[in-house]
Nanobody, 118 residues
């Protein structure tokens, strides 16, 4: 089992930045991949970014390309999402996810809310 706790959400003005954190506990020594998703009311969940835990390779979905950066601190079992040049349409609940093997994400955090004001 893996437990995930997100933090760092809040209210920010358009053009501003936020850094989300996700601390993992449990079977972190078996971690394969972590990622970030978001969901806003009435919309489907969007994949933003993933990072392969062992070698740090990163992958981005279209909503994140060019503005968001995923990173990890292996010693702290924590993954980050640095979000720059935020737009009102980035307003959503942001979720951290983890998997212990390739394929779908198996573990999810409770989410952290991000609100971008215009």
């Amino acid at each position: 089992q893996v437990q995930l706790i997100e933090s760092g959400g809040g209210l920010v003005q358009a053009g501003g930045s936020l850094r989300l954190s996700c601390a993992a506990s449990g079977l972190t020594f078996s971690m394969y991949r972590m990622g970030w998703f978001r969901q806003s009311p009435g919309k489907e969940r969007e994949w933003l970014a993933s990072i392969i835990w062992s070698h740090g390779n990163t992958y981005y979905g279209d909503p994140a390309k060019g503005r968001f950066t995923i990173s990890r601190d292996s010693a702290k079992s924590t993954v980050y999402l640095q979000m720059n040049y935020l737009k009102p349409e980035d307003t959503a609940d942001y979720y951290c996810a983890a998997s212990l093997r390739p394929g779908s994400f198996d573990y999810w955090g409770q989410g952290t809310q991000v609100t971008v004001s215009s």
